[in-house]
């Protein structure tokens, strides 16, 4: 069958893709077979990762499409697994053939099975979930195929449900409350990871992020899977409320009525110490940035927004560099990969906002 599309170069990989494709936000779904230009950086932190942070050996990208990130994977962090490139759609499993011949990928099968029935027959040590909107009709699937240490890599685009815009909805599919708010791209990581976690722990498994974040428009979580009940408890014990007091600013850890959620570090800074960007990624300026603030970033839930805090105290905001100083004079201060104006810090609102008002003089 001759194949419809253009061939595109994302990274240092050749793909041919559909004629219709998304170049930004969560996409449409124009024909069977779905690219977004946009999510090359989701890609790139997916080479990164695999060529700095997780050697698994058999692997799965189980909702491929065109198969853009498991043939980049293959193409540009080259090792010693075998990598299974699957999508339910079989004019995407076509394309995925394509795209593993043009890269002359030898250590890539290519599957057109539904995860779920694929996910009852073999496991692996990295399985990677990228549906359209939610993960959650596919965790299970996905913790049952994980071998007993493996890496659940997941992007959620349903944003909206998870910071608030809808908070029935996240009742009802991650049973936690959420609550838009200044950092609520924050609690909807948080939810999301907290959910995975309570599933887990069901399944006497316990999980560790290796590095979670928001981008664009969407989750993207790597966590590492890990077997036993013990480290459930471990996992479990991270998880709990937060309370936000829209007047005052505060942030109240531990309880109130947003969550449950993950309370614990977002990102392993040990494994990604080492994580460089290599030559040759889609978006290598972008890639550097987040590395930096990724390892910058001080394990504190809950960041600030310097507006947020501004339109508190009735104050302009103050110039960045100046704020960062007055809060390093009173204790730990980061900036954040979550909002080019937050800031986290270790300190008690009340020094936050007397930091705020000296930095505005
Ligand atoms: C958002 S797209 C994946 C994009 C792709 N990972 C990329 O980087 O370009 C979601 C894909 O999941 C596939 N899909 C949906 N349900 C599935 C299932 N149960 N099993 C396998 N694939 C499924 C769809 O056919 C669709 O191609």
């Known amino acids: 069958m001759s194949l419809e599309g253009t061939i595109i170069k994302e990274g240092s990989t050749r793909l041919l893709v ?3 494709i998304s170049e930004r936000g969560p996409g449409r779904v124009e ?5 977004n230009r946009q999510m090359a950086f989701n890609r790139d932190v997916a080479v990164v990762m695999f060529r700095s942070v997780i050697q698994p050996r058999k692997c799965l990208d189980a909702m491929a499409a065109t198969g853009a990130r498991g043939v980049r994977i293959c193409t540009e962090a080259p090792g010693e697994y075998r990598f299974l490139i699957n999508d339910r759609e079989p004019l995407a499993g076509e394309y995925i053939r394509e795209n593993v011949r043009l890269n002359s990928i030898g250590n890539a099968e290519v599957g057109t099975a539904d995860l779920r029935c694929l996910l009852t027959r073999e496991v692996f040590d990295y399985i990677d979930l990228d549906p359209f909107g939610t993960p959650i009709p596919f965790l299970p699937a996905a913790l049952q195929g994980m071998t007993r240490k ?3 890599a997941v992007t959620a685009t349903d944003t909206a449900s998870l910071c608030g815009t809808h908070p029935g909805k996240c009742r009802r599919r991650y049973l936690a409350n959420s609550q838009r708010s200044p950092f609520m791209h924050e609690s ?10 309570r599933m887990a722990a069901q399944e006497d498994r316990g999980i560790s992020p290796l590095l979670c974040y928001y981008a664009d428009h969407y989750f993207r979580l790597f966590l590492r899977v890990r077997e036993g009940a013990a480290a459930a408890d471990v996992a479990l014990a991270q998880m ?3 309370a936000y007091d829209r007047a005052t600013g505060e942030r109240r850890v531990g309880e109130g009525s947003m969550g449950p959620m993950w309370l614990g570090p977002l990102l392993d800074h040990g494994a990604l110490a080492e994580a460089a960007a290599p030559e040759g990624l889609a978006c290598p300026d972008r890639v550097e940035r987040y590395l930096e603030l990724w390892r910058e970033e001080l394990d504190v839930p809950f960041y600030y927004e310097t507006d947020e805090l501004a339109a508190m105290l009735g104050l302009s905001p103050p110039g960045r560099a100046e704020l960062l100083r007055a809060l390093g004079d009173k204790g730990r201060v980061s900036r954040t990969t979550f909002s080019l104006t937050g800031f986290r810090t270790d300190r008690p609102l009340e020094e936050v906002l007397e930091a705020f008002r ?4």
């Open 150 to 152: 493996g890496v659940l």
């Open 31 to 35: 024909g069977k077979v779905f690219f």
């Open 358 to 361: 000296s930095a505005c003089q």
């Open 188 to 197: 909807g990581l948080r939810i999301l990871i907290g959910t995975i976690v």
């Open 240 to 242: 709990g409320m937060m």
């Open 18 to 20: 559909p004629p219709l």
